[in-house]
């Protein structure tokens, strides 16, 4: 198994409202997890958001915490939620209401990675699937629910960044209508997980970085803006995803020559989404 559900980065102090978290980062492949796949260890990788918590780990310097994932994604995907279980993938698990999700082999146990390849030789019982929602799902989304309600106690919002990574042809639809390629989607359930003005700040620093952005297609956003965007309550949650080829060769799962250049333009992105909701030192913190 994973050797812990989580790694948390915390500021000397917190002066932002703004959470970020990488959920599909994890790349802790235990020999006990190998073994049982029919993908070698190069393949096992492809649908892991790889270096995207290297990319963002300066959110510290900026009075932000960062919420890393322990498990990798093909074992476990903390971007769904705990109940989308695959009846082709778990035994005992019965068919219910259509999950596209679920459908296409991605739920909360994958049953695929990318470009639809089989993770297992056959099935799994429900109760190794229930352990690992139990030791890892469970505690990344109890911390990360920690410092969201953290965060929006102590300065009267939280802004959930959830970061992730995109294969470069996944935006090839919306290139063909776009004048310039995307290199970042953001996704905000179409206004329904954020507001709009937190969006378009959002979107602006992306902008000024010199990257080239669009909404919501093709990625809206999944469990996490789903379950932790709630605008009407001062709590906004907006998913993030990076064209990989900007910063790293996607077949052989290395960071690229532009590696440390791109990062530095993140970093700056970074400071701005922190900036959003910085608060003034010179005030004391809301109760708590």
């Known amino acids: 198994m994973p050797k812990v559900a989580f790694h948390l980065d915390l500021p000397e102090a917190a002066t932002s409202c703004a959470v970020f978290a990488s959920p ?7 020999w006990s997890f190998l073994r049982n796949t029919v993908l ?6 492809s649908s892991e958001d790889a270096f995207v918590d290297r990319l963002f780990d300066c959110a510290p310097q900026f009075g932000a915490p960062l919420l890393r994932a322990g498990a990798p994604r093909a074992f476990l995907d903390l ?10 993938l778990i035994e005992g698990v019965r068919r219910g209401g259509h999950n596209p ?13 990318s470009n639809g390849r089989a993770i297992y030789r056959g099935k799994m019982p429900l109760s190794e699937a229930e352990r690992r929602i139990a030791r890892y799902w469970h505690p990344y989304h109890a911390q990360l629910r920690e ?32 004048a310039r390629r995307p290199e970042i989607v953001i996704g905000d359930r179409f206004g329904a997980s954020a507001s709009a003005e937190i969006v378009s700040r959002v979107e602006a620093a992306f902008t000024r970085a010199g990257l080239s952005v669009v909404r919501n297609a093709p990625f809206a956003g999944a469990y996490v803006t789903q379950a932790y965007g709630r605008p009407s309550r ?13 910063y790293m060769d996607e ?8 590696f440390q250049a791109f990062r530095r333009v993140l970093r700056g992105v970074v400071a701005e ?12 913190l809301a109760a708590e």
């Open 147 to 178: 410092l969201v309600e953290s965060a929006r106690s102590r300065f009267g919002e939280a802004i959930l960044i959830d970061c992730h990574s995109m294969p470069h042809e996944a935006v090839d639809g919306v290139a063909r209508n776009s």
């Open 251 to 258: 077949a052989r799962i290395r960071p690229s020559a532009d």
């Open 273 to 284: 989404i922190a900036a959003i909701g910085h608060r003034d030192q010179d005030k004391p």
């Open 79 to 88: 971007n769904r939620a705990p109940d989308e279980l695959d009846p082709a």
């Open 40 to 45: 070698d260890e190069h393949a096992i990788r």
């Open 24 to 30: 599909h980062s994890g790349r802790d492949y235990p």
């Open 101 to 113: 999700r679920v459908a296409s082999g991605l739920g909360v146990v994958p049953r695929v990675v």
């Open 234 to 246: 001062q709590q906004h949650a907006i998913q993030i995803e990076i064209d990989r080829s900007v």
